[in-house]
């Protein structure tokens, strides 16, 4: 028998505090009516703000922002979607395209395996650990779906609900061998954040990841359902995905800013004005356009970001 170590031990607990604050923030709707459940069931599938204030409203502390319905809208509707969800830091990326989305396609009968692609497998098996930690506690959903908590088939970063979603998680550039599943193979991919520091600053390792998704891991998924969908904010010039948007024009980009000149906020149910202003009093002008509006600045050679005074446009 493997070790246990002290990182297992932690990962473990965290685990079981996730999923008992998913417990203890999804009670109620248990004494529903059959016909209850069944129009709850039926409105989900058709409206993605209500299933998510439904099933997920430990996660949906302000509503949703227009922009998140419009792109799971157009995902859901395109079984064969290749798209980028280029949205802002703290604009909610993982949490919709790794949790709300694929349980709306799953409930939908359009997601049955899922693989999300991380940095690292640790990373990826982190994050997938979110929606598996609700298909085992989420109370609601276990009440309108049934038990999905699978004895043997639930390991963290590779798991098997009861109703048969199956979901695998995979560093960035990581064998794709062995991803089938009896007859079933992936129709659901997702890279999160896969874009680091240090490969931002290594065109060729860049180039190397953009091949593994187009000739290894888009080509696992053979069937009528190949949905791939690569989340990072775009606050370099040249990143993986700069790449594939570049060499795939038809592909879908959904680029987000999070505020306007007029600083008027994508996501005014959270964020306001003021908010802005005061972030980019904090940051700087350049850091917090780079990092929220996604505008990528290369700093000069001989010309430095030091020499020059910025201001704010007068307004």
């Known amino acids: 028998m493997a070790k246990i170590t002290t990182k297992d031990k932690q990962a473990l607990k965290d685990y079981q505090a996730k999923c008992d604050w998913i417990y203890q923030n999804s009670k109620g709707g248990g004494m529903d009516s059959p016909e209850q459940k069944e129009a709850r069931v039926k409105r989900a599938k058709s409206d993605y703000k209500f299933l998510i204030e439904t099933y997920f409203s430990h996660y949906a ?6 922009f998140h319905i419009e792109f799971a809208g157009k995902v859901k509707r395109n079984p064969t979607i290749k798209a980028f969800a280029e949205w802002p830091r703290g604009h909610a990326k993982s949490v919709h395209v790794n949790i709300f989305l694929p349980f709306w396609l799953w409930i939908n009968d ?21 929606l598996k930690a609700e298909f085992e506690s989420n109370q609601k959903i276990i009440t309108d779906f049934g038990p999905q908590k699978n004895l043997g088939q639930w390991e963290s970063g590779d798991f098997k609900t009861k109703g048969g979603f199956m979901a695998k998680a ?5 064998s794709v061998r062995g991803l089938r599943k009896g007859a079933q193979r992936p129709d659901y991919c997702v890279g999160d954040d896969n874009e680091t520091k240090d490969l931002v600053k290594n065109p060729k390792r860049q180039d190397e990841l953009v091949q593994w998704v ?3 891991l888009i080509p696992t998924m053979d069937g009528p359902i190949r949905r791939f969908i690569w989340a990072n904010n775009r606050y370099a010039p040249r990143m993986v995905q700069t790449v594939l948007q570049k060499k795939h024009p038809n592909w879908f980009v959904h680029h987000i800013k999070a505020y306007d000149h007029n600083y008027t906020p994508s996501w005014p149910q959270k964020y306001t004005p003021q908010y802005w202003r005061d972030m980019e009093d904090e940051l700087g002008i350049l850091a917090c356009k780079a990092e929220f509006n996604q505008d990528a600045h290369i700093e000069g050679k001989l010309f430095k970001d030091e020499y020059f005074r910025w201001e704010k446009i007068p307004g």
């Open 110 to 130: 359009q997601c049955h395996y899922m693989v999300l692609i991380g940095n690292s497998f640790d990373k990826a098996a982190q994050l997938l650990d979110d």
């Open 61 to 66: 502390t302000c509503e949703s922002a227009d």
């Open 214 to 216: 187009e000739r290894d």
């Open 170 to 174: 995979l560093g960035a550039g990581q």
